[in-house]
C-alpha cells in the first residue's frame, strides 16, 4: 500500500543522532528514537524518547533526568555527567544542548530532498504558513511547523516530525530577542520565502523597527528571493536600502496599480467576498476569496503571490482560494441544544486536525457520551483507501458512542466496526437531525468546508441573542507559559478560577489549567469547586471562603478549605476528629489587607489546636497583598511579605513539618520577585491583563466581548434617542441599535458619550442612556448595516478603556459579563 511508503526512512537512531550533533556515542548500542523532548511534561510515551535537557533563563533541562527515567525515558543529551548515571539509560554529551538540538535540525534539512521555504515578519506568519499549505498540498506533499513550533526550539524539533517525501516544506520562523534568527537561518537555511510585514508586535526586544527588520532578515540570508508587500513603507525602506548587499531577488506586490512590482486590482469588494485581478510578471489571473478585511487581503497578497512566483497552477490555486477560511481559529466550543456540548471544527480537514479535535472532544467531554459528525476528508494528502484506513486508526483510539459519517469516500471506504450510521450528504443528515438523541452528548462536528457543517452547527447549537463573550483558550495558554517563565525551578503555580474564572467559564478554563499541569486551582466558594469535580477537574482546589455548613461537602468532594480564624479552625478540627480522617488545610494569615485572616496574636492558640489535631493537616500558610500593583505603596508590601516570612516560620517550627509559602498575586508576579516563596497566586494576568504596560506588552487579551447591530435608523435634527429623551440629535444623522445592554454587563454609567465601541474598526460612543438589552450609538454616514460585528472590548478596542470609562478595573467588566451571554470557546 501506498501509505506505508510514507514513512520515515532515515535512520533515526542514536548513531544518527550522535553523529548529528557531534556528540561522542559511549557503546555500540543503537537505540531507536522515535520522538524528541526537551520539555519533561509533555512525555506520553517513554518508548523511542531523546530527552535534550536544556539550560534556561530559570529552568534547567537536567533537573528532570531522575523524574523521566523513572518514567522510562533512556535516551538523554546532556551538558554534564548526570548526578546518578543509570546503567541502562544513553548519555550523549554535548557543550550546549539546544545548539545540539539545533544542530539536529539543520542536519534533518540538508538531509531531506524537499524544498525549504521560510515565512517571517510581524504579523499574519501563521495564517499565511497555514494558507500556503493549503494553496500548495495536493499537487505537492507539504511540511509545515506547528503554529507554536516557530521558536529556537520549535523549529529543529519540528522539522524531525517532517517525513522523508515531503517535497516542499514551510517553515515560519519567529525571533524575540536580537541573535536569534541566525540560528534558525543556520538550521532551515530556506531557498526563499516570504516577509510578511513589519509592525510594533509585542514583546519584542528590538531598539527600533529598522534593528527589527534587519534582525528577520537574516532567515534570507543565503535565500534566492524574498515576497513581502510593497504598501509596508517600513519594511520597504529597510529592504530597499539592503537590497544590494542581499543576494535575494524581492519580489515586491502591492494593493496599488505599479509597472514595477506585482499588484492587486480589486474588481469587487463586500463584506465577506473579494473578486480581484492579480497582476505579476507580465501575466494576470482573476481570483475570488470569501472574506475581505485588509489583513486577510495582505495575508493572500503573499501567499498568492509566493505560488504563482514559482510557477503553480493557477486553476488548482483559484479553487483553493476559495475554501480558505479567513481567521486563524478553528476550533470552536459551546453549549447545545438539550444539554449537549458542540465542539465545531470545520477549518481543517487532514488527519492531524482530526486528531487535535478528538482529543480535545476527549478533555472536553469528558463523562458525556461522544459523538462524531465527519465529513470526507479533502485535505489529506493520503488518498481513498489509505486515507481511511488513517482516519480509522485515529477515531478507535477514542471512546466515541456513535459516529455519523457523511459524503461518499467514507461509505465507499467505511469505518470499520465502530458504530457508523452513513449519509450521502450534509442534506440528508439534516433530515434525520431531529430523530437522533442529542441529550448530553459531546458532540463534534467534523466537516470538510464544502459540506457546510454550519448549517449542523445551526441545528445543534443553542439559539442566543446575538452578544457573545469569545474566549480564546490558546490565548490563556500563552498567557500561562509566560508566567511559567517567571517562575523558578520547583516554585508552584496556583491559579485563581473563581468567579467564573474571572468570567471565562471555570469548567473550560481549569480543564485546560489541568491539562497544562497546573498545580492547584482556588474558587471563592465549595459550590464552584464542586461544580468543577463533577466537570471531572481531579487536581488540587483551595477554597477562599468555607462556610461551615459546607465542610462535609467539601471532603466529600476533596476540596481544601481557606481556615482564616481561630473559630473556623475549631469547627475543622472537630470535623476531622469526627470523621477520623486526615484533612487538608490552608492558613489565612492576617499581614496588612485586613480582611480575611488569622491575627498575630491568634498564632499561640493556633499552633496549640493544630499540634493537638493531628488529623489537621496544613499544606499551605499564605496571606494576601493590598497593594501589590502600586509603586508608592512598596514598603508596606515588603513589610507584608516579611511577615508571612516570620509567621509562617514560625508555625513551621512548632509544627515541625514544612507546608507551602504563598503571597503573590498577579501584580506580585510582576514586581516582587521575592514573594514568590513556594507557590504564586495568578489571577487576572491569565485572562490577559496586566497593571504594567510593559508586562501588558507581553500578554493577550483572552476574551473578547461582541454584540451585534440589530437596526440602523435615521433621525432628524432635534429628535431623541432613547429612555429620558436624553440625547438630541444636532442634526440628520443614523443611529446604530446595538444587542447589549446593562442586563448583559454593559453598565448604565456609560450612558451618553461615557461608552464606546467598534464597528468595522471605527469608533462611536453610545448616545442616550444603556438600556436594559441595548444601546444607541450615532454611526453618522458611516458604512454600518444590520448584523455587523460590535467589538464592545478585544483585542482592537482594550478592556482597560472599558474599565477607565465605568471608573472601576478589568476585574470588575469582567467578572460582570452576565450569564446571559453565551460564552464561545476558541483554540487555534
Ligand atoms: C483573587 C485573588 C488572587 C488573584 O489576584 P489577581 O490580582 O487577579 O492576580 C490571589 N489571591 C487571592 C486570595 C485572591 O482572592
Redesign the pocket.
Known sequence: MKFALRRKSLIRNSHYIAQSIGAKHPDTRALEVKHLLWDSRQLSTSEGALFFAIRGQNHDGHAFIAELYRKGVRLFVVEHDPQIAYADALYLKVDNSLKALQRLGAKIRQDSKAAHYAVTGSNGKTITKEWLWRLLEGPHKVFRNPKSYNSQIGVPISLWEMEDDTDIAISEAGVSQPGEMEALADILQPIGGIFTNIGSAHGENFPDLPAKVLEKLKLFKGSEFIIYPFDDLQLREVLSAEAAALKAELRPWSFQKREDCAYFEILNRKTDYCRFNFHWEGQVAEFEIPFSDDASLENVGNALYFSLSLGHDKDHLRNCLLQLAPVEMRLQMKKGREQSLIIDDAYNSDLESLRIALHFLDEHGRDRQKILVISDLLQSSFKGEALYAHVRDIVQRYDLEQIYAIGPQLKQFGLGDLRVTYYDSTEAFIQEIHHLDWRDKAVLLKGSRPFEFERIDRRLSLKHHETVLEVYLDRLVHNLNYYRSRLQEGQKLMV?V?AFAYGSGSEEVARVLQFHGVDYL?VAYADEGVALRKAGVYMPIMV?NTETEALFEMIEYNLEPEVYSLLRLKEVAAIASQINKELKIHLKLETGMHRLGFEATDVEEMIEILKANPNLKVVSAFS?LAASDDPQERDFTLGQIRTLSEVSNKIEDSLGYTFLRHIA???AIEDYPEAYFDMV?????LYGVASHPEEQKKLRLVSELKATVSQVKRVKAGDTVGYGRTWVAPNDTRIAVVSIGYADGFPRSLSNGKGQVLIRGVLYSVVGRVCMDMIMVEVKDAPVTEGDEVLIFGLDLPIQKMAAAMGTIP?EVLTGISSRVKRLYFMS
Not at 681 to 685: A, C, F, K
Open positions: 485563581m473563581k482556588a477562599l494576601h498575586n498577579t501584580g497566586r495568578l489571577g487576572i494576568g476585574y
